[in-house]
């Protein structure tokens, strides 16, 4: 079957009003460069939904760094085959001018939440997120929308927006999906060579190490063995290295601060920049 591909709103929102009635809409949103993960998403939105509706936007308002936006994989043919293989019903990529017709700039105030981490590390993203979000979904309307864990301060962010704005929608948060070497898929791996690849698997092997010797050593010597361990590799550095609490998202210094301890991560091979993060069992 035929991937619907629409790049206006008043297109999609026709199509959307023609097909919806009673059925229930699942939203995959999306920056292209698809990979298994997405599908897994598109295929959690199929289980769950009746028309399954995903997005390919390389939103310019989450990007803080000029060189990561203009670097961030493009490749709508191959997305779109993809989509087809898995029988997605909808692709909506608009352009900026269709998304942001005018220069008005929402700020939101997400607290906590957005203080460590990625929120810290690069000021403006989850804004950026928020705003593209809060537009998907008012064109849109879906009934639920699919996000992966990878991003879980994201995640969080995006339930915080929807609780804020009472908005109708159910966020469900989908597990994170690997390669066989443990590295977390993520588009941008695609600027990745092999040998890169292969060094980028340590990420996942630190977060291990970190659950495997919780109970031997403090949180702050853990951190620190955790960027050892990375730098090690001198392709490799850490950008930061945090265990907080799944809810919070503020830091612990003893597991007991925490019911749900999650480590998270930023390391940065050459220019790409990746993310990880593991639950600790506490
Ligand atoms: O996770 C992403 O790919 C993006 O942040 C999202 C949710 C599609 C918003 O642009």
């Known amino acids: 079957m035929n991937v619907h591909v629409f790049s206006e709103i008043t297109e999609l929102s026709a199509y959307l009003l023609a097909n919806r009635k009673d059925k229930m809409v699942g939203f995959v949103p999306t ?54 293989s898995v029988n997605c019903d909808v692709l909506f990529c608009p352009s900026v001018d269709e998304m942001y017709p005018d220069t008005n700039e929402k700020a939101f105030d997400f607290g906590q939440l957005t203080s460590l981490m990625e929120g810290e590390h690069r000021p403006g993203h989850f804004n950026g997120v928020a705003i593209v979000i809060e537009r998907f979904f008012a064109i849109i309307q879906p009934e639920v929308a699919f996000f992966g864990e990878k991003d879980f301060q994201q995640l969080a962010v995006i339930k915080a927006l929807v609780s804020q704005l009472n908005l109708p929608v159910q966020i469900v948060g989908c597990p994170t999906v690997r390669e066989a070497s443990g590295l977390a898929m993520s588009s941008r791996n695609e600027r990745l060579n092999e040998a890169e690849k292969i060094a980028a698997a340590a990420i996942y092997q630190g977060l291990m190490r ?69 639950p600790i069992n506490p």
């Open 31 to 84: 920056m292209g460069a698809l990979h298994q993960a997405h599908l897994s998403l598109v295929e959690q939105s199929q289980a769950q939904c009746d028309i399954t509706v995903c997005s390919i936007f390389v939103n310019p308002k989450q990007f803080n760094r000029r060189e990561d936006l203009i670097n961030y994989p493009k490749n709508l043919e191959k997305d779109i085959e993809m989509l087809r």
């Open 210 to 278: 970190i659950a495997e010797n919780k109970d031997k050593a403090s949180i702050a010597e853990l951190k620190t063995q955790f960027t050892e361990f990375i730098e090690s590799n001198p392709m490799l550095t850490t950008e930061y290295i945090e265990i907080a609490d799944e809810s919070t998202l503020q830091a612990i210094n003893t597991w007991s601060d925490s019911q749900a301890p999650r480590a998270f991560t930023a390391v940065n091979i050459r220019d790409v920049r990746l993310i990880d993060n593991l």
